[in-house]
């Protein structure tokens, strides 16, 4: 099982280009995540959906976009990147089946850098 | 609102018990632990869902005592492996399955 699939794993932009994140999972959940990780700070929720056609936003939604078309895809788009969106984004997804959110399972991680 | 972490730093020699505290100003339903590697994803270690409750595997164990909207996880016999930071993730009630996650403690296990 590949889990959930981040691309791509490093990227540099300059200031005011846009790029899309992409976050794939195969294990047919209808929850998923984006949270972005500053060092020292935790990891904080961008957007999040629970379900296809359904998406929410987080504690620190503002330059980001998000849309979830199909329960597998959860792409996180950066319009004119700003060195504040410099940071390391997880795509994670869970099964909330059993009660509350349920175990995350996250990507492996993508190291932004906007100079 | 972001749940408190302490302590921020904890270091241990091989074998030394420790214990991390989560601390919430809201009601809570549930408090997640995860433990990340530099480099890595976090990795899920468990769930406390019940007041009161306490769940472990292995040497690692946590309680939730959801009057105080508190949660403490405990390392027993500390191992090489255990190093890494520790992440407390609590979800409100009546929060639509969102997970706000503290800032981290950072453990060190050392020979």
């Known amino acids: 099982n590949a889990g959930v699939t981040q691309t791509p794993k490093f990227r540099i932009l300059k200031i005011g280009q846009s790029m899309t994140l992409q976050c794939t999972q195969d294990?047919?959940?209808?929850?998923m995540y984006w949270y972005r990780q500053d060092p020292g700070m935790g990891l904080k929720l961008i957007y999040y959906?629970?379900?296809?056609?359904?998406?929410d936003k987080g504690e620190v939604p503002n330059g980001y976009n998000v849309s979830r078309s199909t329960t597998e895809d959860f792409p996180l788009r950066l319009e004119l990147a700003a060195p504040s969106q410099t940071s390391v984004y997880f795509c994670?997804?869970?099964?909330?089946?059993?009660?509350?959110?349920?175990?995350?399972?996250f990507g492996e991680g993508s190291r932004l850098t906007v100079l | 609102q972001q749940p408190v972490q302490s302590p921020q730093a904890v270091i241990l020699r091989e074998g030394e018990d420790a214990v991390i505290n989560c601390s919430s100003s809201?009601?809570?339903?549930?408090v997640h632990w995860y433990r990340q590697k530099h480099g890595e994803a976090p990795i899920f270690l468990m769930i406390?869902?019940?007041?009161?409750e306490q769940k472990g595997h292995d040497k690692i164990s946590a309680s939730f005592n959801e009057k105080k909207q508190q949660s403490s996880l405990y390392l027993t016999a500390s191992q090489l492996s255990y190093s890494g930071t520790y992440f407390c993730?609590?979800?409100?009630?009546?929060?639509?399955?969102?997970?706000?996650f503290g800032k981290g403690t950072l453990l060190t296990v050392n020979p």
């Open positions: 959906s629970v379900g296809a056609g359904i998406t």
């Open positions: 809201k009601a809570l339903y549930s």
């Open positions: 993730g609590t979800e409100g009630r009546g929060s639509n399955y969102k997970l706000t």
């Open positions: 406390l869902l019940k007041g009161g």
């Open positions: 294990m047919n959940h209808n929850y």
């Open positions: 994670a997804s869970s099964d909330p089946g059993t009660g509350g959110t349920g175990e995350l399972f």
